[in-house]
């Protein structure tokens, strides 16, 4: 701030402004080395040359080593008052605004004052810190369930919106660039392919899920960022973690609990004890005989009294038209064995 305050042609402070105390620092807070310190310096000292002022003021702000008689000691940055920065030709002192136009000349212009219009508001709402992990997780949330579900509907709509609304306002306010939205793209695209063409949770919803999760991870930290950033946005993420598995706990546990929830969820529960069984045996097809229809690999399928019938061989491989018998029949298992113990008897 100091250093662009002294670059320009005039410098107006009001009472109890104060400028100064400009070393380097690095992203962690801590003073950078001296090769940074010592291009700051030379900068401060070019500028006040080119001005006419003394450059060991602008010096001292950066180096704590220099001491300036009535303005600062050895061992202490210089950080002016008002009062010091007009002593020292740094800055004219004004009363306010309407002296600062006075000086200026221009006391009779015409002021015009930008506010904030209703869309840098919403940007501000939707780029906010708070409500970053609410899209965040809205958008994780509509995803997860549209992988989940057959075609596309509600979730996935509300999922993109969301994303949408979050990386739009961050793309806005300067932190999201191409590459973000590159991947999201990317992300996108493989989440459509996951639905749409190859159902189940696979290879594209693995790729959706990592591009989708570093363009967010990348948009929250911006173009150059500190680690404060990488801290704050790894914040926002674990916090949108937290709200996707509430979520997804509440949806699961509580929902089909409730009345409005009972014609989406089924309620019943099956049990032997009502006669629901996987399967069961046919002991009276043992010692019946019948004709592969399809190679025995060793399952497969014969014809036994005019039934179909799914079997496993008892000999491992048997080839189509062999003629078979059961053995025995273990639930919905069926084992076979070749009649004359010759494949294709």
Not at 42 to 57: K, L, M, T
Not at 188 to 208: H, M, Q, R, S
């Amino acid at each position: 701030g100091a250093l662009i305050s002294v670059s320009a042609d005039s410098v107006f402070m009001v009472a109890d402004a104060l400028m100064g105390a400009s070393t380097v620092v690095t992203g962690s807070a801590e003073k950078a080395p001296e090769k940074a310190q010592s291009v700051m310096r030379a900068q401060f000292r070019a500028i006040a040359e080119r001005r006419g002022i003394d450059p060991s003021v602008g010096e001292a702000m950066v180096d704590e080593e220099l001491a300036i008689e009535g303005l600062v000691e050895a061992g202490k940055l210089l950080t002016l008052t008002t009062d010091e920065a007009v002593r020292v030709g740094y800055a004219v002192e004004v009363g306010g605004f309407d002296e600062l136009l006075e000086l200026l000349g221009v006391a009779d212009a015409e002021v015009r004052v930008p506010g904030v219009n209703w869309a840098e508001r919403l940007v501000r709402f939707l780029s906010n810190p708070l409500v970053a992990p609410l899209l965040l997780s809205i958008g994780t949330l509509g995803i997860l369930i549209e992988i989940k579900t057959p075609s596309f509907g509600v979730a996935g709509t509300v999922g993109i919106l969301s994303l949408a609304a979050f990386f739009g306002s961050h793309w806005i306010i300067g932190l999201a660039g191409m590459e973000e939205l590159l991947l999201l793209a990317a992300g996108l695209v493989a989440l459509g392919i996951e639905l749409f063409l190859v159902p189940g949770f696979g290879i594209a919803g693995l790729i959706a899920f990592l591009c989708i999760g570093s363009s967010i991870f990348l948009a929250l930290i911006g173009n150059l960022p500190t680690w404060s950033d990488v801290t704050r946005a790894s914040g926002i993420i674990f916090m949108a973690g937290l709200i996707v598995i509430a979520a997804i706990y509440l949806i699961v546990r509580q929902l089909p609990a409730r009345a409005g929830a009972r014609g989406i969820f089924l309620q019943s529960a099956t049990s032997t004890a009502d006669g629901f069984v996987s399967g069961t045996a046919r002991q009276d097809l043992a010692g019946h005989e019948g004709v592969a229809i399809t190679d025995l690999r060793p399952a497969g399928t014969i014809r036994i009294d005019g039934e179909r019938l799914d079997v496993v061989s008892d000999v491992g491989f048997l080839p189509k038209g062999t003629r078979v018998r059961i053995i025995r029949s273990e639930s919905y298992r069926h084992v076979v064995e070749p009649v004359d113990g010759v494949a294709g008897a």
